[in-house]
């Protein structure tokens, strides 16, 4: 490198904040300093968008993306990193198909059949004369009989119905069927909404509809109380107004219409989970535009008010920001809060903390 170049890389870095000058893509688990801990994975390719995170019995932590050119590009593949100790390992390709593009990744682990599975959603390649596809998209699901990861069957085609999309978590009922919730992307806005799909047999599905779901898609449902078939679905809204809420008292298989909640919704994904002291927690972006900030918020009074809340982002980090978007988060049994977000396309970010970390600087 000449002198010159030296100098003027000197310059650029001179120029940005600190934070974004510091900020290394390598995978590594650091602490920064107030109780949290953060990563940036290793990019695979140039886009990089929602993830998901799943722990298993192993102890180990996976998170899947989709990674691409773009999304909605031809060959976008679904990718699979792991975390060993404090370091994310490099994502490995596990599902991509020539001439479409795979997305919204879901994985899952069956503890009675010690088997992993992955499921995501994919649709054709779009292109300059076709635009989206997203009304002609299937479900796909592929299955590691190691419960690891490590080795994958070949994806086989698991909802066909055009439109078909996923993007939150299963669940399984106290019977010991899974809980699938999914929407369609057909065209318009309105004619989006979200349905339960649930199998007894974990081979064949049976769906059931969210009424008055219009506008609301990628359910996530949860559990509040243990042992109890009284099951609650947030909603992401199409028309950007809020979060939304619909409860079911026999698991999933009739909902309530939805309502809106106190928080706020971009038209971007959310997330929920449990607690291990039952406190529900939720990231989203608590706005009307932008996909920033990012915050979490927790309820301790099974969703009906939302005591603490705390931003795990809080503005644009660079001048062409993007967005901090589709967070997936988990309880590992130690207590800590795990959380992944898309970080501009450019990457996924991962940070982990205890519940204490959002009391301590309420909004």
């Known amino acids: 490198m000449s002198l010159f170049s030296a100098l003027l890389v000197s310059a650029l870095l001179c120029s940005l904040p600190l934070e974004i000058a510091a900020q290394k893509f390598d995978g590594k688990v650091r602490p920064v300093g107030d109780g949290r801990y953060e990563a940036y994975m290793i990019p695979p390719f140039l886009s990089n968008h929602a993830s998901f995170l799943e722990y298993l019995p192993t102890g180990e ?4 993306w989709f990674s691409g050119v773009k999304e909605g590009a031809n060959n976008c593949s679904i990718v699979l990193s792991r975390l060993n100790n404090t370091q994310w390992s490099k994502a ?8 479409f593009s795979n997305q919204n990744p879901v994985l899952f682990f069956d503890p009675t059949k010690q088997t992993l599975y992955l499921f995501h959603s994919q649709q054709p390649a779009s292109t300059e004369d076709l635009g989206s596809s997203e009304d002609k998209a299937h479900i796909w699901m592929l299955q590691s009989f190691d419960g690891r990861g490590i080795k994958w069957t070949a994806p086989t085609l698991l909802f066909g119905k055009d439109g078909s999309f996923d993007r939150n978590r299963i669940i399984s009922t106290l019977d010991g069927s899974w809980l699938y919730p999914i929407y369609y992307s057909v065209a318009g806005d309105k004619n989006q909404h979200s349905a339960i799909e649930i199998s007894q047999d974990h081979a064949t599905w049976k769906p059931y509809s969210v009424k008055d779901s219009n506008y609301l898609v990628q359910p996530s449902v949860i559990r509040p109380k243990p042992g109890e078939k009284h099951l609650l679905a947030y909603f992401r809204d199409r028309r950007a107004g809020n979060v939304y809420i619909s409860t079911s008292d026999d698991e999933g298989k009739v909902w309530a219409a939805p309502a809106k909640t106190e928080l706020p919704n971009n038209n971007a994904a959310i997330q929920a989970t449990v607690l291990q002291n039952g406190h529900i927690a939720i990231v989203y972006n608590p706005t009307h535009k932008d996909r920033y900030p990012l915050r979490i ?9 939302w005591t603490y809340h705390r931003d795990l982002e809080t503005g644009p980090s660079t001048a062409n920001a993007i967005e901090y ?19 501009n396309r450019e990457t996924i970010k ?3 903390f205890k519940e204490d970390w959002i009391h301590k600087d309420e909004l």
Request: no cysteine; glycine share 10%; net charge negative.
């Open 325 to 343: 978007s589709y967070p997936t988060l988990l309880q590992s049994p130690d207590g800590y809060i795990h959380v992944s977000y898309t970080y």
């Open 92 to 99: 490995v390709l596990v599902s991509r198909r020539e001439g």
């Open 297 to 305: 918020s927790i309820s301790e009074d099974g969703g009906n008010t």
């Open 350 to 352: 991962y940070v982990k």
């Open 61 to 64: 932590l996976l998170m899947a």
